[in-house]
């Protein structure tokens, strides 16, 4: 990682910390309760790692499927594993859709394409 790429991490991570910590003291306040500053260090990391880890998996997709560009199919299948959030994300993107113009997401576009089908012996 070269000194700029180190830097902007450090902002950035910076910037996550103020966000987080402003999060948690207004919520603080709203239910009477404290955080510590060793709190949102902790959150901020776990945050962070988490942010890092989706960025990976969303890179990855998008080789996957020889592309560049991380597209909407591939933040879907990302959203697999959690019906609630896959629920709330396909929502939000066929209300996008909806506005312009175009059809709604059916699944993970291109799923199954490509290689054949297996059969039930394993064969193609």
Same mark, same amino acid.
């Given at each position: 990682m070269s000194d700029d790429d180190s830097t902007r991490d450090e902002r950035l991570k910076s910037a996550l910390w103020y966000s987080i910590g402003q999060f948690v003291d207004e919520q603080c306040l709203q239910q009477n309760l404290n955080a510590t500053p060793q709190?949102?260090?902790?959150?901020?990391?776990?945050?962070?790692?988490?942010? +890092?880890?989706?960025? !990976?998996?969303?890179?990855?997709?998008? @080789?996957?499927? $020889?592309?560049?560009?991380?597209?909407t199919e591939d933040v879907m299948l990302l959203t697999r594993r959690n019906e609630g959030l896959e629920s709330v994300m396909k929502t939000f993107v066929d209300e996008l859709r +909806?506005?312009?113009? !175009?059809?709604?997401?059916?699944?993970? @576009?291109?799923? $199954?394409?490509?290689?054949?089908?297996?059969?039930?012996?394993?064969?193609?």
């Open positions: 709190f949102i260090g902790a959150l901020t990391e776990l945050v962070w790692t988490q942010i +890092a880890n989706t960025s !990976r998996d969303l890179e990855t997709f998008a @080789k996957h499927a $020889g592309r560049e560009v991380v597209q +909806a506005k312009e113009g !175009r059809p709604a997401v059916g699944g993970v @576009k291109g799923k $199954g394409k490509g290689k054949g089908k297996v059969g039930a012996k394993g064969r193609r």
